[in-house]
């Protein structure tokens, strides 16, 4: 693999991907995608033509170990010299996850705003448990973010979305490993949605403001794959991982309270947050700014029974990790309570 990514924007960059295969010294590349973006992913090998080797379109959420080993098995079987993930985070995902087991080399055409396709980190679930690694080998060689495969997210997918790559510049700022470039990358992609996601909300098919927010999704995306995550991270995997709550949704509801409960240990690192979306709280000022745009503001509304709370604020504080502030079960408690009922952040 190359340690420079090689990242490109466009309006309708997808249909270069077989040339993009081709830079890559590679004739045989296996498509990936969900059930759900199969016809995309059929328009995409008709596309590449000739440098198609196949399609596996079984990619899940979490990236179980199964799924990744049938697709390997495809990958084998059509003589496979290369991968090309179409989708979210979870397609993204099984290509990462093929390459560690094989080197194969990756072209990343990223549907959502997740970031996944920009970091070295892979997450996996076999029997239940979800591992995390970092890994050179999986970052994909290609990105190519076409404008034109975001305009057709749906408008509440759109924002929680963008809400969960801004999750990754929030806590960028306060990490532990934060340095000047860290800080200039979370900023840029902060402002790159602060830029974009009202437009492209009010105009789904605005190219020119999705491609905007492309650039947040890449920038989020790399400062995640350069920082410790904190308090924000560890609460989303405890409530995805104990409860099945949907992973971007879940970002969009707990990051104005994990950055209320940071502020008094962090507030110097967060106050370019408060002074980018406006006002003197970065807390409010995110709760504001997801409130602008329709985002879900409750756990309770993800699904979530008020009875988990306290098992929840448990797991969470249970094993010691790094936080600006100390992680507290009773404080942390009195956060999921106040996330739970939709109540600002306090
Ligand atoms: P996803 O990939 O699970 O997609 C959710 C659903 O939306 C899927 O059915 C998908 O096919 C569909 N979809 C995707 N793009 C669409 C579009 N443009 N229009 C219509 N439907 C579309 O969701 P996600 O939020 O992108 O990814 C979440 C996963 O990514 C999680 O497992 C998370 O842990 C992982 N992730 C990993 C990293 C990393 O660095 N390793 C970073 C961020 C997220």
């Not at 309006?11 to 249909?15: D, E, F, N, P, Q």
């Given at each position: 693999m190359t340690t420079e990514q090689r990242v490109r924007f466009g309006?309708?960059?997808?249909?270069e991907a077989g040339d993009e295969v081709e830079r890559l010294g590679c004739a045989r590349a296996l498509i990936l995608s969900t059930p759900h973006q199969a016809e995309l992913a059929m328009d995409l090998a008709a596309d590449i033509g000739a440098h198609c080797a196949g399609l596996f379109t079984g990619a899940a959420m979490h990236t179980p170990v199964e799924v990744t080993q049938a697709a390997m098995a495809h990958a084998q079987e059509t003589e496979a010299d290369c991968l090309v993930s179409v989708g979210g985070g979870s397609t993204i995902g099984l290509g990462k996850a093929i390459a560690l087991r094989t080197d194969l080399p990756q072209v990343a055409i990223p549907t959502t705003y997740a970031g996944s396709e920009a970091t070295p980190i892979l997450g996996q679930t076999e029997n239940g448990a979800k591992t995390t690694l970092t890994d050179p080998r999986v970052r994909p060689e290609t990105v190519l973010y076409d404008a034109e495969l975001v305009a057709t997210l749906p408008a509440a997918m759109t924002v929680t979305s963008a809400l969960n790559a801004m999750a990754h510049a929030v806590e960028a700022l306060y990490a532990?490993?934060?340095d000047e470039d860290t800080d200039a990358l979370a900023m840029e992609g902060l402002r790159a949605f602060v830029d974009g996601l009202a437009a492209v909300v009010e105009t789904p098919g605005d190219l020119a403001a999705r491609e905007t927010t492309q650039r947040g999704a890449w920038a989020c995306g790399a400062v995640l794959g350069r920082s410790s995550m904190a308090l924000h991270h560890k609460l989303c995997h405890t409530l995805g991982g104990m409860l099945g709550l949907p992973h971007a949704e879940t970002h969009a509801v707990v990051l104005p309270h994990a950055v209320a409960y940071n502020m008094g240990a962090a507030a110097r690192e967060l106050a370019p947050v408060a002074e980018l979306l406006g006002g003197d709280d970065p807390a409010r000022a995110l709760w504001d700014f997801a409130g602008s745009l329709d985002a879900p503001r409750s756990l309770r509304g993800l699904g979530m029974e008020e009875g988990d709370i306290d098992r929840c604020a448990a797991a969470a504080a249970a094993n010691p990790y790094w936080n600006p502030r100390p992680v507290e079960e009773d404080a942390i408690r009195a956060l999921l309570a106040r996330a739970w009922a939709g109540e600002a952040p306090a």
């Open positions: 309006a309708g960059l997808r249909h532990r490993d934060r």
